[in-house]
């Protein structure tokens, strides 16, 4: 999950690992990583970051569309 989202959203590890194990935290950045991860959720070249994908626009969910413009 770190990994994946590191890559995708273009953020550093530490960084990476804080969203994945805190992301109620960063609820403000909801739209932003639902997008990029929206991507990768259709990547046909990788299962596992489509699992991963998957995973965190589940737990996103309540929280998309309530950025700050």
Known sequence: MTAV???VC????????????QLAAYGHRA???ATRLA?????????GA??????MLRELSPMIG????
Do not use: I, M
């Not at 273009?10 to 194990?21: E, F, L, P």
């Not at 309530?66 to 413009?69: D, I, K, L, M, N």
């Open 31 to 33: 739209d932003f990583l």
């Open 50 to 55: 489509r699992w991963c994908s998957s995973v």
């Open 39 to 47: 991507g990768e959720a259709l990547n046909p070249r990788d299962s």
């Open 5 to 7: 989202t590191s890559r």
């Open 66 to 69: 309530r950025s700050p413009a």
């Open 10 to 21: 273009a953020v550093d590890w530490t960084t990476a690992g804080r969203v994945v194990s």
